[in-house]
């Protein structure tokens, strides 16, 4: 496509719940991030995928957190049983190859929990 | 680890007059330094990037930075802004690998 897509763009849910975020990237590009953005704060790196090779999970704050990536296209961010501290924008970019091109970033999943 | 600073929260500036925001990171090697635009409820769009030579880049929207290693400073630059500019701008810095780290942001607000 022709920018990063990322659904749904709010999501309001229970304390306790499961949720799913989707993002999917530019076609061609190689490499996938997701990053959390909390009120007032800087982006917190969470996952990245590239390519085949095995994710980098190292910025996961829990356990609850997870991410998948099918087919080296589209990716799913799960959080499980929420928080209210899960609060936050989660942002997904993408890029043609590792950082140094710079990411293209979505406009992000405004996730309340309540 | 790297990590990045910027020292203003927020910064209100009169339409037509300049901008400069400020950026200081910590890294081992010659960084990789990128700056962000982030208007409401927009993903973060970027302005320019530095990875070698020449120390001063030029962007989209007329913005610029310098790179200066002696201060470890990569700081933002408009000779004139316009109403549109009021945004968020962040900074961000890493290697030639992937996991950037961003700053904190600074939250721009242009006065007619």
């Known amino acids: 496509g022709a920018g990063v897509s990322q659904s749904p763009s709010n999501k309001v849910t229970e304390k306790g719940k499961d949720v799913e975020l989707r993002c999917d990237p530019i076609?061609?590009?190689?490499?996938l991030y997701w990053y959390r953005q909390s009120l007032g704060q800087g982006l917190e790196f969470l996952i990245y995928f590239q390519g085949n090779s095995a994710p980098d999970k190292s910025g996961l704050p829990s356990d609850r957190f997870s991410a998948e990536r099918t087919g080296g296209s589209v990716s799913t961010l799960t959080i499980q049983r929420t928080q209210q501290e899960d609060s936050a924008v989660y942002l997904c970019a993408s890029s043609l190859g590792q950082g140094a091109t710079g990411y293209t970033f979505g406009s992000g999943t405004r996730l309340t929990v309540v | 680890a790297q990590s990045v600073t910027q020292p203003d929260i927020h910064i209100t500036v009169s339409e037509g007059a300049s901008l400069e925001l400020r950026c200081n990171y910590s890294?081992?090697?010659?960084?990789?330094l990128f700056w962000y635009v982030q208007s409401p409820g927009q993903g973060l769009q970027l302005l320019l990037k530095y990875f070698s030579g020449d120390t001063l880049v030029q962007g989209i929207k007329g913005f610029e930075a310098e790179f200066k290693r002696s201060q470890s400073s990569f700081n933002l630059r408009k000779p004139s802004v316009h109403w549109s500019d009021a945004a968020e701008y962040f900074c961000a810095v890493g290697s030639n690998d992937y996991k950037l780290s961003f700053g904190a942001g600074t939250t721009v607000t242009v006065r007619a």
């Open positions: 890294y081992g090697a010659t960084p990789y």
């Open positions: 076609s061609g590009h190689t490499a």
